[in-house]
């Protein structure tokens, strides 16, 4: 799947990356400058990732970004100045057209991922979708979410795996989910970061572990994604969002020096 100058799902690996939500245009900043300057540096694809808004929190004081019309003209200014391509959500299909004037990639959050209406919305502006998988599916049932936004004349499609839930506030990976997912055609993704959250765990936010943040990218390059997710942040503890699942920016470089080496094992 081609995406500006590289093609996603072939023999080089790429990552999306970048803070959980907008917080400031200093950390967009150094959180781009410092992931473009580490990617360059490995030969990885880069696509820069962070929300405008994250509608889906645990409570209503919770932080949820600048809105669509400041987010967008932040993550514009950060395209433009580091010249990455850009991958946000959408949360109504009223959203699609205006998010596609800035994004490359539109997401579909994991709770919207069976809205038919906001899949065919993001369908229509041409962009690649990229469809998270709910952590109330089995992966075979990505097949006919794919299959809405084929159908609405888009097979510009990627499928993403962000852990399955297990019992209470809690997330399993079944590895199993990616080379299933890959057999409907589409690239896979691994959002590594969202796979150690701890939905609602804290009352009145989200918990997280990122100590199993590298174990899970490396057993998911092992299994054959063809891209990686992760949030990060330069201080993930003080983040206003998803911060106990984010990565520090210091350590995303040696981490994704190991994944690009067994994506290259794996790819040989």
Request: charged share 25%.
């Amino acid at each position: 799947m081609k995406l500006n100058d590289f093609e996603i799902g072939k023999d080089k690996l790429t990552i999306l990356a970048g803070p959980c939500v907008i917080e400031s245009m200093d950390i967009l900043d150094e959180t781009a400058r410092g992931l473009k300057d580490i990617t360059e540096k490995l030969g990885i694809n880069f696509v820069f990732k962070s929300s405008f808004d994250k509608a889906n929190r645990s409570s209503l004081n919770s932080f949820r970004g600048p809105g669509i019309e400041k987010g967008l003209e932040m993550l514009s200014e950060i395209k433009s100045k580091y010249n990455v391509p850009i991958v946000t959500d959408i949360h109504t299909p009223e959203q699609a057209q205006i998010v596609a004037q800035v994004a490359d990639i539109i997401q579909i959050p994991a709770f919207l991922c069976r809205q038919t209406d906001l899949l065919v919305a993001a369908a229509k502006t041409g962009k690649i979708v990229n469809i998270k998988k709910g952590q109330f599916l089995a992966p075979e049932q990505m097949k006919e979410l794919a299959k809405k936004v084929s159908d609405s004349g888009n097979d510009r499609i990627m499928l993403t795996d962000r852990g399955t839930s297990f019992g209470y506030n809690n997330l399993v990976v079944d590895f199993r989910g990616i080379p299933i997912m890959k057999s409907f055609g589409y690239p896979v993704v691994f959002d590594a970061t969202h796979s150690v959250q701890l939905p609602g765990a804290q009352g009145n936010c989200s918990g997280g572990d990122r100590r199993f943040v590298p174990v899970l990218a490396k057993s998911a390059m092992a299994a054959g994604a063809d891209v990686l997710f992760f949030e990060v942040h330069p201080e993930p503890d003080k983040a206003l969002c998803d911060g106990p699942n984010m990565i520090a920016l210091n350590d995303a470089e040696n981490l994704f020096k190991v994944c690009k080496q067994i994506f290259e094992v794996v790819r040989s």
